[in-house]
């Protein structure tokens, strides 16, 4: 079984609408759709935007159905200007840009108790994820950190702060918190994320323009992952 999470419907829906022998399960607020996925058991879940309700939907189904991995797809917005819409990123760790302990001490993106800036993607399930991204074959894919926090990112002078202390490449708000969460229980995770738009002073207008090409993105790249397998 495997796990695939996204903040919102358009990012998993599609998806969800060609799980077979579908099954749902009631946790919480969370509802987890199972059953075979282009021939691969898997579960899914639209955890909501943000890394409490991501956290807490990843460690659900960790809990309850035991994936073998958790993937967090969908949107997000670049993290540098070489870094397009449409484009693909692939994190090779996560980080929460808004955890700071900074004033006692700690580097900026500690994130306590686990005692960790970034926050381990899967480097086997990294490495297949790029090669299923192949199918883009316009597509630009990015390999680096993705940079968590609960904060739609539209100025770029916030981007260039989150660059310029983790290097992200993409800014999304679920993350971190799915990999912090995966961490914690010892689950391999990763995260494939598409960008939306520029995180920038014209966001605004270009996450809704161009949201549901980026989450067609991701989702393409899933279906090529788990028929590969
Ligand atoms: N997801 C998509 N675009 C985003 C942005 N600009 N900031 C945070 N999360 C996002």
Known sequence: MVGLIGAMAVEVESLMAQVEDKQETRIGMDVFVSGKLFGKDAVLAVCGPGKINAALCAQSMIQHFHPEWVLNLGVAGAGESSVSIGDMVIATAAVQHDCDTSPIGDPVGL??????????????????????????????????????????????????????????????????????????????????RSISDQADGHSDMDYPTFVKLAADHSVKVVEQLLRQA
Do not use: W
Request: charged share 25%; aromatic share 4%.
């Open 111 to 192: 994130v306590s108790k686990i005692n960790l800036v970034e926050l381990p993607c899967d480097e086997a399930l990294r490495a297949r994820l790029v090669k299923a991204a192949e199918v883009l074959t316009d597509v630009k894919v990015h390999e680096g950190i993705i940079a968590t926090g609960d904060q739609f990112i539209n100025k770029g002078d916030v981007r260039q702060r989150i660059h310029e202390l983790f290097h992200a490449k993409a800014v999304e708000m679920e993350g971190g918190a799915v990999a912090h969460a995966c961490y914690m229980h010892g689950v391999p995770c990763g995260v494939l």
